[in-house]
């Protein structure tokens, strides 16, 4: 099983929602991240999550909030979300983040427009 | 400032020739290199990668080549098919800093039968 599930695939919400992303894998990876891909640009980094705690955050807004409870699930809390937030949001799990040179394997995405 | 850059937003090709898709770094300190595919609302799905050690490396109809020197590496698809048409991402990592990547821009490839 080389597959990592994120849902929603699409999410609509209003500034003043509060809403999470989820993203799973079960292939016993202890790296997982989250990556934001505005249309036409490449997936940026926003935080990595190394054996269940957060190891980089990439100057991240507060109004994202990254939650890991257990080694095979990945969160994205969002909260008074601007416009300018709505992209793809990837999840993408990797052996671990202290293995040199290891691929990670990406999720579909969740789509978010932010209205 | 970009550390990956992919300079041809697009490239179109005939079935069966070869693809030719180039990427350019800066950044000395990378150590590891990877092509990503990406369908539109899809995920990147791993392709195929290359340590700085190497020169190249070959897996079926990939091909990927490193030149250290000249900070630059490629990927030739031999031959090309429609399936083939996606966003290409290159992307790096460096060794110290976990396995997150920094993407390149990526380039369209269409095939065209």
């Known amino acids: 099983d080389t597959e990592v599930t994120q849902t929603p695939k699409h999410l609509v919400m209003g500034m003043t929602n509060k809403k999470s992303l989820k993203c799973e894998q079960h292939?016993?990876?202890?790296?997982m991240y989250w990556y934001k891909q505005k249309a036409k640009k490449p997936p940026e980094l926003m935080f990595v999550y190394s054996y269940e705690k957060l190891s980089i955050n990439e100057s991240v807004p507060s109004r994202f909030s990254p939650e890991c409870p257990n080694s095979s699930l990945l969160n994205l809390h969002l909260h008074a979300l601007q416009p300018e937030d709505s992209a793809l949001y990837l999840c993408?799990?990797?052996?671990?983040?202290?293995?040199?040179?290891?691929?990670?394997?990406f999720g579909q995405g969740t789509r978010l427009t932010v209205v | 400032d970009q550390q990956v850059k992919q300079n041809s937003p697009s490239l179109s090709v005939q079935e069966g020739r070869i693809s030719i898709l180039n990427c350019d770094y800066t950044?000395?300190?990378?150590?590891?290199f990877l092509w990503y595919k990406k369908y539109p609302a899809e995920g990147p799905t791993f392709l195929i990668s290359?340590?700085?050690?190497?020169d190249k490396n070959e897996d079926g109809r990939f091909t990927v080549f490193l030149n250290k020197s000249a900070k630059h590496l490629s990927l030739h698809i031999v031959p090309s098919q429609p399936g083939d048409s996606a966003v290409y991402f290159c992307a790096a990592q460096r060794g110290n800093a976990g396995n997150m990547l920094t993407f390149g821009g990526g380039t369209r490839l269409m095939v065209k039968p």
């Open positions: 290359i340590s700085s050690i190497k």
């Open positions: 993408a799990s990797s052996q671990d983040d202290t293995r040199r040179n290891t691929e990670a394997f």
């Open positions: 950044n000395s300190m990378f150590d590891y």
């Open positions: 292939m016993g990876h202890r790296a």
